[in-house]
């Protein structure tokens, strides 16, 4: 049996993929012919497609004895063994980095321009290639993968040798492979049509992999922009959402949060759109007084959705806040606000009393989520509920701390967030008709 071509192979491991599904999976290729697979495998399971590009850092006088590699956003990976053993000084060890970083940027800039990568935080990263010989660009990019922040890697490829699929369970958590000869002399002998892929070809790809998703599908970080500040954030629309969540962390938090992406990846999959950010700076984080200036956090709060009103997609749906501790408070804060461009309002493990007497002045519906056995925050919520102005309700969590960390709480939490944004990011022309008339 062999490969018409490699997007004949893309789509036959596409079928022992399909297991793979949900808005935390990203496709990556490897340069160049593995991009033309992930491109067929990325469109059989709407996941969005990137390129991760890798360069092995050789032994200075053996260049191919690799003794680490290194990946996009100062990824940097060293076998200590390989040093030690080739007596590798850490003259020469930065010499060889800072040559092939150089190379790593040419290449990018070469392959993707100025798109992006995709944040492999938290998310389930499926690298492909057409064939893994020696396994050792394979192993590097697992490696870069996790460094990323990916919380799975998954290692799929059309041909392999079943010696060097087995070495590399060891790098990835799941190795897929549709075809394992007994004998691999090369990669191209399994393919009808191998010929070379060029650069041109692979940013085409991954233009089209973008394309590809439903229209309004969307999975990408974003920059928003607040006055002189830029606030970096990671947005996904699901194609038709009815709305998008806007994630307001806790104290001592970021849009990294593994408890709102978690959250965010409930309501991706009830169809919500999602925006998780950050409210500070690296500098303003430094000075703990900007973590509890509720006044600040809510104007960045409302900035980032007048942000998301800038999106020709989300002129008119409407937009909810999820609050998480501290966060909680700012959102209300914001919520108090005349006209506050908000529709619904859900707070998990929240500090609602941190709004003060601007809880009177919040309309919009809210969701109360604590933890039963978090009995302090317990308490502040019920008395929050009561100054509220607004429809509210409170769900109290059986078994759950303040950090929702014994197991299914958070899973509850979720959900009880999820269906109170279904019921109430209601499309705005429905909201607003009776009065337009």
Known sequence: MTFTDRVDAGRQLSRLLSHLSGPDLVVLGLPRGGVVVAFEVAKALAAPLDVIVVRKLGVPDQPELGMGAIGEGGVRIINPDVVRMARVTTGEVAEVEAQ???????????????????????????????????????????????????????????????????????????????????????????????????????????????????????????????????????????????????????????????????VASVLNDAGLGTLLFDLLTVEEEAD???????????????????????????????VGWFG???????ALWAAAEPGADVAAIVSRGGRPD?????????????????????????????????????????????GATHLFEEPGTLAAAAGAARDWFLRHLRPLARITGARAE
Request: glycine residues 10%; contains cysteine; charged residues 20%.
């Open 100 to 262: 092939e970083r150089e190379v790593l940027r040419r290449r990018v800039g070469r392959l993707r321009g100025d798109r992006p990568a995709v944040d492999l935080v938290g998310r389930t990263a499926l690298i492909i290639d057409d064939g893994v010989a020696t396994g050792s660009t394979a192993r590097a990019a697992c490696q870069v993968a996790r460094a990323r922040g990916a919380a799975r890697v998954i290692l799929a490829v059309p041909v392999a040798a079943p010696r060097v699929v087995a070495e590399l369970r060891s790098a990835a958590d799941e190795v897929v492979c549709v075809l394992t000869p007994s004998w691999l002399s090369s990669i191209g002998e399994w393919y009808e049509n191998f010929s070379q892929t060029t650069d041109e070809e692979v940013r085409d790809l991954l233009t089209r992999g973008a394309a590809t998703r439903p229209t309004g599908g969307r999975d990408e970080e974003v920059v928003i922009r607040t006055g002189t500040l830029e606030l970096p954030g990671h947005l996904v629309v699901p194609a038709g959402a009815p709305g998008v969540v806007a994630f307001v962390h806790g104290s001592g938090s970021s849009r990294h949060s593994p408890r709102n992406r978690f």
């Open 288 to 318: 703990r007084a900007n973590v509890f200036d509720m006044g600040l956090l809510a104007r960045r709060l409302i900035s980032a959705t007048a942000w998301l009103r800038t999106q020709p997609w989300a002129a008119d749906i409407p």
């Open 324 to 330: 998480a501790s501290t966060g909680a408070g700012a």
């Open 354 to 398: 941190l709004a003060g007497g601007r809880l009177k002045q919040v309309q919009a519906p809210t969701l109360l989520i604590v933890g039963g056995l978090d009995s302090v925050v317990l308490d502040l919520n019920r008395a929050a509920r009561a100054s509220l102005h607004g429809p509210s309700e409170l769900v109290v969590i059986p």
